[in-house]
């Protein structure tokens, strides 16, 4: 087979399996085996080595399974990071890219910024990478995944403080007061457990994408807990559940609150609760 052909093969191959993004996941796996863009202009004509082809084979055959894309490969594309990831991490979310920029575009300089729930590093360690002058730590109850984010970012050579605890719990008070918070928690509510892709039901860990009864735990506890942690005039920014915008930016009320907004993300969905403190 010969450059061309091999990759609208593997492409046919995802759509037939009915993976959500066939052509993304496509490009993935080509550049995973060392076929860049730039290889496909230039050696499109050029017959594919044997070994390349048994390998994109055992990626489609795993795929079939359901397993997702990162977790057969090993890891995952974050803004400008390679993240290492596996089961114990939820696979860091394009949306949450954006998130960082927000945070990107508040943190004062030298800021004193806390990732509550970090997984696999990704907010943290993008925060410690595009701005050397923040001061980064970030929290996890989870050891496995505090393990993975700890060893993201020691390979990336980035300074973050990685902390395993209850939310705030293991912040040292020599840290406070902070000048950001910034999370990703879980919030997809018990309900839509079921109806999620295979990939994301049976493989990422459900304590990472559910709070559990309550989809407002995270915020509710963010709005009762951050406002003793965080100066005056300073930002709380996280993810949340589309549908339940409002229901989240109503619980970050007055006195302790103030300008509290939502988001869109990229595709128009209300997406980033930032709320200041007064
Ligand atoms: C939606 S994932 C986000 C992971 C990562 N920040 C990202 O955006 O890819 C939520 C994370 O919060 C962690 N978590 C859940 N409950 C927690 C708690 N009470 N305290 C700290 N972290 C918690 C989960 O283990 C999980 O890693």
């Not at 993004?21 to 050029?46: K, N, S």
């Not at 009762?224 to 996280?238: D, F, M, S, V, Y």
Request: aromatic share 6%; charged share 25%.
């Amino acid at each position: 087979m010969r450059g061309r052909e091999f990759a609208q093969w593997l492409e046919q191959q995802l759509i037939e399996q009915e993976v959500h993004e066939p052509e993304a996941e496509a490009r993935m796996i080509l550049e995973d085996l060392g076929i860049t863009r730039l290889t496909m202009v230039t050696q499109a004509d050029d017959p594919v080595p044997a070994g390349q082809i048994e390998q994109a084979k055992r990626v489609l055959a795993r795929r079939k399974q359901r397993v997702p894309l990162q977790h057969i490969l090993g890891y995952q594309f974050f803004r400008r990071l390679q993240l290492t990831v596996n089961g114990d991490v939820l696979i860091p979310r394009p949306e949450t890219e954006e998130l960082v920029q927000l945070a990107l575009d508040l943190a004062p300089p030298g800021a004193r910024v806390v990732d509550i729930g970090t997984g696999s590093g990704a907010i943290a360690i993008s925060l410690g990478l595009e701005r050397p002058d923040l001061d980064v730590l970030a929290t996890e109850n989870s050891g496995q995944a505090i393990l993975l984010a700890r060893r993201n970012a020691k390979a990336l050579g980035i300074k973050v403080n990685f902390l395993e605890g209850d939310l705030f719990e293991p912040i040292d008070e020599e840290f406070l007061p902070l000048d950001m918070i910034v999370s990703n928690p879980p919030y997809i509510p018990e309900e839509n457990i079921p109806g999620l892709e295979p990939e994301v039901r049976d493989h990422e860990p459900i304590e990472a994408l559910c709070p559990g009864a309550d989809p407002l735990l995270f915020y509710k506890r963010f709005a009762a807990e951050a406002p003793a942690l965080l100066k005056p005039g300073c930002w709380l920014l996280a993810e949340l559940e589309s549908a339940l915008a409002q229901e989240t930016a109503a619980l970050f009320k007055a006195p302790d609150w103030q300008s509290v907004e939502i988001k869109n993300d990229m595709q128009g969905m209300p997406r980033f609760l930032c709320a200041q403190r007064s």
